[in-house]
């Protein structure tokens, strides 16, 4: 029989490591993805308030417009100050990742970001962002933005909302990861492996 042999060289040039394979914690959880269907949606366009925290300026407009779950896309703008973290492996082994405290960036130009809105366990507004930015030496950075206290700049900053109908999203104990992570609750149920 006769067998191919794969240049993974890139001819000569030294191939990329194998990305590192990450192993949680707890006890595995065969099903990967908790998925949810809604009947309905809406999308909105929204503009960040000038001065707000990002989770003001998020909360507040989507709950004028009734939404309590959406998923968004922040498309770029100034803002005064940004704080984030990052997520660094835990040195105490508890989980893969730990939050680190959060880190003043100061003024910034936020580049893009994803924020996804549910609720805590007691039923009170979470934004959860990842983002990435840029401060005046231009130098990118990204993490997990820290919405309470990071703050719009002097213009609006447009997001495109996707309201998530007909179920919600919560933060609840995760057993495999250790985390509290957002799931989705209610609805109708569509596990996939």
Do not use: W
């Not at 809604?38 to 009734?66: E, K, N, Q, T, Y």
């Not at 002097?154 to 996707?162: A, E, G, I, K």
């Amino acid at each position: 029989m006769r067998y191919t042999t794969v240049d993974r060289s890139l001819r000569g040039i030294q191939a990329l490591p194998r990305p590192r394979t990450l192993i949680h914690p707890g006890a595995f959880n065969p099903v990967r993805i908790h998925s949810r269907s809604a009947g309905h949606g809406r999308h909105i366009r929204l503009s960040l308030r000038p001065g707000a925290s990002l989770f003001d300026a998020m909360v507040d407009a989507l709950a004028i417009a009734g939404v309590a779950n959406a998923s968004m896309t922040i498309l770029g703008g100034t803002f005064r100050h940004i704080d984030y973290c990052t997520a660094p492996p835990d040195p105490q082994h508890r989980m893969v990742v730990a939050y680190t405290a959060p880190i003043p960036a100061g003024p910034a130009y936020l580049i893009f970001g994803n924020a996804t809105l549910g609720k805590t366990d007691a039923g009170a507004p979470l934004v959860h962002c990842h983002a990435a930015f840029c401060c005046d030496d231009g130098a990118p950075l990204g993490g997990h933005i820290i919405p309470q206290t990071s703050i719009v700049g002097d213009r609006p900053v447009p997001v495109l909302v996707t309201s998530l109908e007909g179920f919600e999203l919560r933060a609840t104990y995760d057993a495999e990861t250790n985390l509290r992570l957002l799931q989705p609750q209610g609805g109708g149920n569509h596990e996939l492996a």
